[in-house]
């Protein structure tokens, strides 16, 4: 596991019940290994953006992602994207059952459910590299 960098996002996911936390951890993994492997971005800050984890490019490459589980749905996770993109509605083009789609800001799965994580990859670095010029 990547050791956490910001004291508050460490303790949003120590705040997580078990099962949320273990799927969190592996959702901020994911988002973190493809940030590293993705062309044009590298890293990504860590910090909290309305208490949840969120992940920046520092070079301004691309858009905020942000990971999250809230108990007023406690049997699922989302990875929120800026609303004022087209990336959520692209997603819903390219992995029309991979999927629940929250409006135009979210990707919603099921604690149960076995992550997409070949869709999450393509996802994390689309919106990572959203502001690099083709």
């Known amino acids: 596991m990547t050791p956490f960098r910001h004291a508050g996002v460490q303790a949003r996911f120590d705040a997580y019940p078990a099962a949320a936390r273990r799927r ?5 993994e994911l988002v973190l290994r493809t ?3 993705t062309p044009g971005v590298g890293s990504v800050d860590e910090t909290l953006k309305w208490g ?4 920046v490019t520092p070079n301004r490459a691309g858009s905020t992602v942000r990971i999250d589980w809230k108990p007023k749905a406690p049997d699922q996770v989302a990875v929120y994207f ?6 959520v509605e692209r997603f819903r083009l390219m992995f029309p059952g991979d999927f629940v789609f929250e409006g135009n800001r979210a990707l ?3 604690l149960g ?3 997409p994580v070949d869709a999450l990859r393509v996802c994390i670095a689309a919106a990572s590299t959203y502001h690099l010029k083709a």
């Open 113 to 115: 459910q076995k992550p």
């Open 35 to 37: 940030a590293a492997e």
């Open 24 to 28: 969190m951890l592996a959702l901020r």
């Open 52 to 55: 949840e984890p969120a992940y």
């Open 82 to 87: 800026n609303c004022q993109t087209d990336l």
């Open 108 to 110: 919603v799965m099921g």
